[in-house]
């Protein structure tokens, strides 16, 4: 009993030391808004300004941050699709000019050669006995179905031309496109062996690849 009186002394001792201190700080600010009239007007009125301002402040770095989370818009995704696309292909291009100007360098100096240039491009007598002692004819037909869909997704325009540019470009560019890697290592040995370049071998893959898909899909080569 005397310990529950002690406690309610000691917890209205406490709320009277803080009524005392609320009327001090009370009069103590009172006090310093009489005497600093001027000051206290311009506190005020800060940060009346202030606290608007700030808040429109927040309101549009967070507008922003949230369009930053939106982009790329779909327009512009587009765009950036396209270019990537236009990117990709300028790249092929001049991967596949530094390969005819190394493959080229090497035929000067070798009398081989698989496939003749003459509109369109064809497959040479020493072509064809490549292709038997090789085997590429077996290389070509394990991965035929996968070509075939290579050009059909990936050419974009269907005309003999068109589709003749784009397998000689991403066979002698990627040749990992058109055979698998140990297929790929059976020619670079042989290409070893005989001084030459590993895109003679891949024009042949491009011709046999351009001809069969003409063939299966019903192109007019007269176009």
């Not at 020493?126 to 077996?138: A, V």
């Not at 040995?189 to 001084?195: C, E, I, P, R, V």
Request: proline share 2%; glycine share 4%; net charge negative.
């Amino acid at each position: 009993m005397y310990q529950a009186n002690g406690d309610n002394v000691i917890i209205a001792i406490c709320f009277i030391v803080v009524f005392l201190l609320n009327l001090l700080m009370e009069e103590a600010i009172n006090e310093f808004v009489i005497n600093n009239l001027g000051l206290s007007v311009f506190i005020m009125v800060l940060i009346l300004v202030a606290v608007p301002s700030l808040s429109i402040w927040f309101y549009k770095i967070h507008e922003k941050v949230n369009s930053i989370d939106k982009l790329p818009c779909e327009k512009h995704m587009d765009m950036i699709t396209r270019h990537e696309r236009s990117m990709t292909k300028v790249e092929t291009s001049i991967s596949f000019l530094i390969k005819e100007i190394e493959s080229l360098a090497r035929m000067l100096n070798n009398n081989k050669g698989f496939t003749k240039t003459m509109s369109p491009l064809s497959i040479t007598e020493e072509g064809y006995k490549m292709i038997n002692r090789l085997g590429l004819d077996k290389m070509f037909s394990r991965n035929w179905r996968r070509i075939d869909d290579l050009i059909t997704s990936d050419c974009e325009e269907k005309t003999a031309y068109d589709i003749n540019n784009f397998c000689i470009e991403q066979a002698v560019v990627f040749p990992e496109k058109f055979l698998e890697d140990e297929d790929i290592d059976k020619l670079k040995g042989d290409a070893y062996k005989n001084g030459l370049d590993l895109s003679a071998y891949m024009k042949v893959v491009a011709v046999m690849s351009r001809d069969k898909y003409f063939k299966e899909h019903g192109i007019d080569i007269r176009e």
